[in-house]
């Protein structure tokens, strides 16, 4: 009973804490925060509507399916639906994604520190600090990580509005094709989602409750006002970044210690484990490939959710699903299937030619 009340909250507050966080680490790959331009961020919260809830029910439904994490459940899922074992693919393409996105945080902590801190101090070796302390913090109890995660955002978000750097007016532009694939990133990546993040915290919960609805909104609703909180956000100041830094390290802590619970439950040799995680994270500190890991973040989170929309809504077993979500109505279960099936591959497959594109 304890579990089941602790993730109640822990799940949404991560929910929201690891949505800014993720936010504030692509926006600059993004350029959201260069324009504030309110066509892209309308387009935004309409990607938050029409693809990141359908993938957070996704992921909610799997978590109460399976009863064990994402890495542990991809072998169940795919016997129950007959499916080819490649399925399975996912799951580690999931699981090694979250030290790399925990890489990108400490990246983009560091260059906040070299800047404000050590005067364009050097980025590697800052890296490399960040880093170790983030693998120590991993030990602290998830629960005391969320704490200080959201503590560190709302303190940033507090002094940047009383003596950050004034933002840009906001101003109506023409849509774009290649702002669709940065709504979409933003949506799904910069929340999380398709990592098996919420999937695994919200277990002990799903397993108690009938309706995922009850799991699904709180998360949901978390991350859209992290979506929110991030328009009023600047870190062009020192204080607002240093504690924005203390943020990303606690989140990269976070995803080190939920990826490392994940390898763990496959029972992989410890040394292999240290191996995947160190790897992920330090590859970051080669300078001359940043730019191409930043492309990496956006491209690989994408692909895992395409993957699982259709192995969701094509390979699973329509009943399976059903069941999991429980909705009130047949029409709700209806509107879901199709947007899984249809709509998400769709837009993530425009979303990856955009992002592509952008690099032509």
């Excluded at 960040?130 to 629960?143: E, G, K, N, Y």
């Excluded at 309706?211 to 949901?220: D, E, L, N, R, S």
């Excluded at 992290?226 to 995803?255: D, E, M, S, T």
Aim: proline residues 3%.
């Amino acid at each position: 009973m304890q579990d089941n009340a602790m993730s109640k909250w822990l799940s949404p507050l991560m929910a929201f804490c690891l949505s800014f966080i993720i936010i504030a680490t692509l926006a600059p790959v993004t350029g959201i925060q260069i324009e504030r331009q309110l066509d892209f961020w309308l387009l935004w919260l309409g990607t938050m509507l029409i693809l990141a809830l359908p993938v957070c029910y996704l992921e909610i439904a799997l978590a109460k399916r399976s009863k064990t994490t994402a890495v542990q459940a991809l072998s169940s899922l795919t016997r129950d639906a007959d499916a080819s074992p490649k399925w399975r693919l996912v799951g580690w393409l999931a699981v090694v994604f979250i030290p790399f996105l925990a890489g990108g945080m400490l990246s983009t902590a560091a260059q906040y520190v070299g800047v404000h801190a050590l005067n364009n101090g050097s980025h590697s070796l800052i890296l490399a600090v960040l880093a170790v302390i983030a693998f120590a913090f991993s030990f602290i109890p998830r629960q005391f990580l969320v704490i200080v995660t959201a503590l560190a955002v709302i303190a940033s978000l507090i002094v940047a509005n009383v003596m950050g750097t004034a933002l840009p007016e906001w101003k109506m532009t023409a849509l774009e094709f290649s702002e669709w694939g940065n709504a979409t990133v933003l949506a799904l990546v910069a929340s999380g989602l398709g990592l098996g993040l919420y999937w695994q915290s919200s277990l002990p919960a799903v397993k108690q409750q009938d309706i995922a609805t009850k799991t699904v909104f709180p998360i949901w609703i978390a991350q859209l006002l992290a979506v929110i909180a991030f328009a009023y956000f600047a870190a062009k100041a020192q204080v607002p970044a240093l504690a924005l830094v203390v943020g990303l390290v606690a989140a990269a802590a976070l995803l080190v210690q939920m990826a490392r619970e994940q390898l763990q439950q496959r029972q992989l040799a410890v040394i292999v484990q240290w191996a995947v995680l160190a790897i992920a994270v330090l590859v970051w500190t080669l300078n001359a490939v940043v730019p191409v890991l930043n492309i990496a973040l956006l491209v690989w989170g994408l692909i895992i959710c395409l993957i699982y929309a259709i192995f969701a809504g094509w390979i699973m077993k329509i009943s399976h699903l059903r069941k999991s979500m429980n909705f009130s109505s047949e029409v709700f279960y209806n509107i879901w299937r199709i947007a899984v099936r249809i709509v998400l591959p769709l837009s993530i497959v425009l979303a990856l030619v955009s992002v592509l594109g952008q690099l032509i």
